[in-house]
Nanobody, 119 residues
Framework: QVQLVESGGGLVQPGGSLRLSCAAS????????LRWYRQAPGKERELVAG???????NYADSVKGRFTISRDNAKNTVYLQMNSLKPEDTAVYYC?????????????WGQGTQVTVSS
């Protein structure tokens, strides 16, 4: 019953900002790191940012200095603040959690939220 629900996407001009949210349920939120991925048309899904249980973060080189991932454990929500947006940021953005069960790692995904950066 893991559930991840993204929101906050939309249409924005180059240089603009958006804040994405991912509401999580069905697992102990504080025990897991979370990630944001994105997938543009015709391209593979790629990792954008990750955040650990201790709020350590990592980012793809393409978004460093522009995007910030954060989490609110009281609200079971992870955020992605996106600034200085570029047309190449256009993609469907997905929230992700990985759950390890022995040798097996299961991936859980939200439905995605569309981000379009265009003049």
């Amino acid at each position: 019953q893991v559930q991840l629900v993204e929101s906050g996407g939309g249409l924005v001009q180059p240089g603009g900002s958006l804040r994405l949210s991912c509401a999580a349920s069905g697992f102990t939120f504080t025990n897991y790191g979370l990630r944001w991925y994105r997938q543009a048309p015709g391209k593979e899904r790629e990792l954008v940012a990750g955040i650990t249980v201790f709020r350590g973060t990592n980012y793809a080189d393409s978004v460093k200095g522009r995007f910030t991932i954060s989490r609110d454990n009281a609200k079971n929500t992870v955020y992605l603040q996106m600034n200085s947006l570029k047309p190449e940021d256009t993609a469907v953005y997905y929230c992700n959690v990985k759950k390890s069960t022995g040798w097996v790692v299961d991936d859980y995904w939200g439905q995605g939220t569309q981000v379009t950066v265009s003049s």
